[in-house]
DNA sequence: CCGTGAAGATAAAACCTTTTAGCAAATATT
DNA sequence: AATATTTGCTAAAAGGTTTTATCTTCACGG
């Protein structure tokens, strides 16, 4: 109703400049020799009134808008979620606000919103990528935009980082699966995709299967295709190769695997899947997780971004975070 | 790097004023008889130099941001994460961003995200409301700044809003658990809360146990407890009251009933609750969900929203999104 | 030849800040 | 006493748009 007070209203109504309520605002007083009176004055002041600055304003003429940018492939899916949430918190802990979207594995539309949220003066950029991102990425730091890659990064492209120790987890988590028995067989389910995270697992995975002299046995599901296919998919997999256990890539895999165990009754001894998911505690057999750490990648991803924003990088970040293995 | 091109740039370069620029870029050639030939060249320079308006000014002169922001309980909740998700896409398709934050049940958080987001401007609240919120948002519909609530709305406010069909939901649900025997025992777990979805979802459980002459038993947990506090006591209840089925008001409790009765070996027959979820299809006995139409919901909040942005409001809009039963 | 209206464009104000450069008075230095 | 420095404050520019009001030119009817 009322229009908003604006600081040159604050000035009018105190008779003073708005150089000097501005500076008092922003914390200059001391620097600009404004008065205690006169700080306290205005101080005073706005408080009675309940003046807000406008941000928009604000944005406009120092460049940054104290907003980031948050780019996933899917914001319903459990990972990202909850790293947005915790994201979301560490953010508003420097005064930043978040604005989000889902790429959905649409290179075109992912190009698009990135380029919308540089329109828009964001002041950086936090993307899991999705392969196909690496140009209009690569465009990004040519522009001395700030961004951090998380979950993933890409080839070929110099930037801040912070992704799970998925090497080491697939291993680990292969091994709880492993066996002397030479008989035991053990497979992994991943997806049909380059992205070095899965690269990673699939080496650890690799790996500890080869240290016991066993068969390394791989699937690789197709992104896009509807769920039933991929049920099916992984119980073909299973039954072919009469696995006793499986490592899954994903979350979302996992939940495929003991849909397809639950619907053709399949029989395993032993599961492990990368994420923690509140149902592997609940099925049967109960799925053991390669739990990233969801805070503190959400923590670095955050403290890398702001710290470059504000120039005080030192050059690239690249961190690697621990997985912890819950055994089930 | 090489500072982004302005509209004066534009105009000097074609020798030109930045108004009929301006004019051209926002479609209102025509309206101001701007001659054909000089709306071309514009927008072949235009074009030609990529040039992108500062949406920052242009929200600055006009008022909008074109931002929406997003509040709710916990972004990582998945029935929130995936309405967060849909409503992204909605926003998109009328030019929207959305910033989000969880409120995390902290009245005072969700306060001041409230004001700083009304102090950037944004250009209309979608919300799901936690009791306490009542005069902040009062002051938002005051100060005319266009709110949506959804999965809840507060008594004694005003506003638009989109809620599933909870009563009636609710009501199915618990006839699924029913059983004409008179000794089929139903409980309901729900929580502490005066939320009007949680006394919708339990008048209709009430109302279907009374209906078969049937005792009422209901169980409410508190919100901030642990979970394992929320453990024992479902156990508790379940036991108490010999139940032979449960209806779980919202998803996270129906998990920590899960797990409930895996940990105390608990057998029931029948188990429902509101809210779908991937677990639910796996776990013994399986649970039967109360299914939510959250594309729907999506959709009817943001249309609504950005009609009152838009002026084209028709009053108050409150919906009521019918559930899908999905029985297992 | 004058007055009217339309066509085609524009100057300048407005949106609300931050920040640079500078002014006047008070104080310190020589 | 004259000059230099500091103190306390401010005018105005800058940031990039949109929009109002106005200006010039040309065509047309009378």
Redesign the pocket.
């Known amino acids: 109703m009322k ?9 009018n109504n105190l ?9 008092i ?2 914390d ?2 001391k620097e ?8 306290k004055k205005v101080l005073d002041y706005v408080d009675k009134v309940g ?8 944005s ?4 940054k808008s104290k907003t980031l940018g948050l780019l996933v492939e899917d914001i319903s899916n459990s990972f990202f979620a909850n790293i947005a949430d915790q994201i979301e918190k560490f953010a508003y802990d420097f005064g930043y606000h978040i604005v989000y979207c889902s790429m959905n594995n649409d290179v075109n539309r992912a190009k698009e919103l990135i380029e919308l949220f540089y329109d828009r003066q964001i002041d950086g950029f936090i993307i899991a990528p999705t392969e196909g991102l690496t140009e209009v990425i690569q465009k990004l730091l040519k522009n001395n935009v700030p961004v951090v890659l998380f979950d993933r990064h890409l080839e070929d492209l110099e930037t801040n980082f912070v992704i799970s120790e998925n090497h080491r987890g697939a291993y680990t988590g292969t091994c709880l699966l492993l066996n002397e028995k030479k008989s035991t067989r053990v497979g992994l389910v991943t997806i049909d995709s380059r992205q070095l995270q899965m690269q990673g697992r699939m080496d650890g995975y690799r790996e500890a299967v080869e240290s016991l002299g066993k068969e390394v046995l791989i699937t690789q599901i197709v992104r896009a295709q509807p769920e039933d296919e991929t049920i099916l998919q992984i119980r073909d997999f299973i039954q072919e190769n009469r696995l006793d256990g499986v490592l899954f890539a994903t979350n979302y895999l996992a939940i495929s695997g003991l849909k397809a165990i639950k619907r053709y009754n399949l029989s395993l001894e032993k599961l492990v899947s990368f994420d923690e998911n509140a149902l592997f505690s609940l099925v049967d057999p109960a799925v053991s997780a390669i739990s990233q750490n969801l805070q503190e990648i959400a923590r670095q991803v955050v403290h890398i971004l702001i710290d470059e924003i504000n120039g005080k990088s030192k050059g690239l970040v690249q961190v690697v975070v621990p997985c912890e293995v819950i055994v089930r």
């Open positions: 229009k908003r007070l604006s600081i040159s209203d604050i000035a008779g003073i400049s708005v150089t000097t309520v501005s500076f605002l922003n200059k007083a600009k020799r404004i008065s205690e009176a006169m700080t003046y807000k600055p406008n941000q928009l304003a604000k406009l003429r120092t460049g």
